[in-house]
């Protein structure tokens, strides 16, 4: 996926979404010239989960961390769901935008 489609799909600024793939958080390689980049399969959900998690106020460091265990326990069952948690935070700081 490119990163204007993954901007797109996100709402996460193109500038902030190349940030986040030079320090490693989102993975994604060069193609051609270095200049564009293809993101993974699970970009995306881990884009949200990013977002989501510093819409909140937690620390880059934190949130790269999460993202990071989150992949290398996906499909083993490690970890609860991100998307869970993201959600848990999101009631207990009272912004929770789905009610």
């Known amino acids: 996926m490119t990163t204007g489609e993954l901007s797109r799909r996100t709402g996460v600024p193109i500038r902030r979404l190349i940030d986040w793939a030079e320090r490693g958080v989102l993975e994604a390689r060069a193609t051609g010239s270095g200049r564009w980049r293809d993101f993974s399969d699970t970009a995306e959900r881990e884009c949200r989960i990013l ?49």
Request: proline content about 2%; some cysteine.
């Open 51 to 99: 977002r989501d998690l510093k819409r909140l106020g937690i620390p880059f460091r934190h949130c790269r961390d999460l993202v990071r265990q989150w992949r290398a326990a996906e499909g083993i069952g490690l970890l609860v769901s991100l998307d869970e948690v993201t959600l848990l935070i999101r009631r207990v700081s009272g912004r929770d935008e789905e009610g």
